[in-house]
Structure formats: structure tokens, C-alpha cells
């Protein structure tokens, strides 16, 4: 990819997916050099890491911040040890604790994960482990609903009927609400559907990928978004880590998609993207000509709102984000 981009400036680098912080810190400095032989850095360059709290993994937290990384986000996902357990996680609350403060003191910028909507979570509990959570001083929150999917594990089990006490749809809405009160009241709104950050802090990575922005996808399974000479393009790295790696040492990289997408296919993606972010996103003004009744229609019910070309969506249309895309698609 260096070869394609590589008279471009790097803003980001995100080791994100399965389980980065099981890497070497040697593994982190290699590739941080690598990447630096071939791109130009930002001199605010982000390099974000995830990073599971289990004690051996945190351990190598300063290792990691002297290979370059400046931003570490830490899957907490639950404050309640039985709820860690159901959630198939190997740490406990504690761990995870000790993992945001060793985080906290080694790098500039700390995010954590929470999962809410969980089996039997109510209004009250919920409130009072995002209000603990909170009092961490966080810089960034990640609040995710749990979802059910096919294809899952989770959704094996929903199946199942092996997942019972999840909250119905009002249940839901109202754990919403409360998430987006408390992170307001504490100085930490929403940027994203799901994301939450003090003024600054804000994932410049997520940002790129969500403002339909370039980014070169690298390791087994990674999809990467690059605009070429004006057309966009798909790539999708081999999906098993062995073949990616033949691929890898055969061709010079792992991709087995590297593929244009049509104009249609660029929008609805820019829609999909875009709308999660409370900024919005700017589309061609012949779109939103074409779009014109059904975002009218919208804006009527106090959904969206439509400024110049910028669609946003308003604080009412968020938590039925899907809905409005939906309508916006097929309309």
C-alpha cells in the first residue's frame, strides 16, 4: 500500500482487532518503524492500541508507549464480576481497575469500554456502574448496547433461549437516555453513537473511518478504505493469519480484495458512517436533491435536520439512528 500512498501524510494508526496487547513490545517498534520508513508522520500522529485488562497484558503497557503508541483503550466492558463471566471475559473488576490507572499513568490519552443492556441490568444498576465509571475521570467512553447477531456465539445462544433477561425495546430506550445524561452531565457528550469524549479527545482514527476518510487495512481479515485517482476502493486482507502471511511473503501483501466501488455503493457507505456522528456528514448536493421529500419528511418529525449539504441526525432521531438510515435508503 506504501507504494500507492505513499506521498500522503499518516494521521493515525489504530492496532485494534482480536488481541493486539498479546503482542511483543518488539513486535510494536518493528512495526512502528516500518510504517515510519514509508509514510510521513503528522507530528500529533495518534497510535492507539487496544488492550485487554488482564494483569500480563497491562504489564507491558510502558513497553508499549516507548515503541510509539500514545492512546491505549481498555476493554473493560463490565463493572460486575458475574456479568464479566457471562460475557465469556477471563478478568475481573479488579484487574480491569488496575489496568485504566497503570494506563492512566503511562499514556497521554485512555479510553474504556463498557457493554450495557446486558442480561437483567436495570435502570438503577446500570446507573450507578456508568457513574462509577465516571469518577475514574475518564478522557473517552465507549458505551455499547449489546447487540444480538446471527453468526455469534451470543446469537447461538439467543437462539437457544439460553439469553433470557435482556431488556425489551422501552427498557432499552431508557438505559439510553440515562447513558446520555450522566456522560453529558460529566462533560463527556456523545461524538458517535456509541462514543463519548472530553473536548479534544476524540478518536482522530475513528473519526477518519466514520468521515469516510482513507486508512490502509493490514493483517488477516483487515478492510481498508483508499481513494485513487478519484474512485474509492474496497481492500480485505486474507481472512486466516496462515494465508495472509503466504500471501504476504508470495505477492508483497495479504489482500485478496482490492476492488473499486461504484458511486452508490460510496454514498450509502458515506450515509451508514457519517449519520453515527452527532457532526453529521456532508453529501452532493444531487443526492440530497434526489433525497429531498423523504428528508423533509424527517426533518418534519424532528428526526434530521439538513444544514446547506451536511445531513445530521438530531438528539431525538439518535436512538432510532437505524430507522432514519433505513428511510434515507430505501425512499
Keep these: 500500500m506504501a ?156 437462539k437457544r433461549g439460553l439469553l433470557r433477561g435482556l431488556p425489551d425495546e422501552d427498557l432499552g430506550a431508557d438505559l439510553w437516555d440515562v447513558t446520555q445524561a450522566l456522560c453529558a452531565a460529566a462533560d463527556l457528550p456523545a461524538y458517535e453513537v456509541s462514543n463519548h469524549a472530553k473536548l479534544g479527545q476524540e478518536s482522530r482514527h475513528n473519526q477518519i473511518y466514520w468521515g469516510s476518510g482513507d486508512w490502509v487495512g493490514i493483517g488477516p481479515g483487515a478492510h481498508g478504505r483508499l481513494t485513487l485517482d478519484g474512485l474509492r476502493h474496497e481492500t480485505v486482507g486474507a481472512k486466516m493469519p496462515a494465508a495472509w502471511l503466504e500471501r504476504v511473503k508470495t505477492l508483497g501483501n495479504g489482500d485478496v480484495l482490492f476492488n473499486p466501488l461504484t458511486s452508490e455503493d460510496s454514498l450509502e457507505e458515506r450515509l451508514l458512517m457519517g449519520l453515527r456522528m452527532t457532526s453529521g456528514i456532508e453529501m452532493p448536493e444531487s443526492w440530497i436533491s434526489v433525497k429531498s421529500n423523504i428528508i423533509n419528511e424527517l426533518h418534519s418529525i424532528g428526526l434530521l435536520k439538513c444544514e446547506t449539504n451536511a445531513l445530521l441526525v438530531t438528539e431525538a432521531g439518535r436512538p432510532v439512528l437505524n430507522s432514519v438510515i433505513q428511510k434515507l435508503l430505501v425512499s
Excluded at 506521498?7 to 510494536?28: D, E, I, K, Y
Aim: hydrophobic share 40%.
Design 3 to 158: 507504494d500507492l500512498t505513499g506521498g500522503r501524510v499518516l494521521n493515525s494508526v489504530f492496532f485494534g482487532g482480536g488481541t493486539p496487547s498479546l503482542m511483543a513490545v518488539s513486535t510494536v517498534e518493528k512495526i512502528m518503524d516500518r510504517i515510519g520508513s514509508h509514510w510521513r508522520l503528522a507530528n500529533d500522529l495518534e497510535v492507539t492500541l487496544e488492550a485487554n485488562p488482564t494483569s500480563t497484558e497491562a504489564s507491558r503497557f510502558k513497553g508499549y508507549r516507548a515503541a510509539g503508541v500514545n492512546r491505549v483503550s481498555v476493554g473493560v466492558q463490565a463493572l460486575n464480576d458475574a456479568d464479566l463471566k457471562a460475557l465469556g471475559r477471563l478478568h475481573s473488576v479488579d484487574e480491569a481497575l488496575v489496568a485504566v490507572e497503570l494506563a492512566r499513568s503511562t499514556f497521554d490519552r485512555v479510553s474504556f469500554d463498557l457493554i450495557y443492556a446486558r442480561q437483567n441490568q436495570s435502570i438503577d444498576s446500570w446507573s450507578e456502574e456508568l457513574k462509577r465509571a465516571i469518577s475514574f475521570d475518564p478522557d473517552h467512553l465507549s458505551l455499547y448496547q449489546l447487540t444480538i447477531e446471527d453468526g455469534t456465539a451470543f446469537g447461538d445462544r439467543f
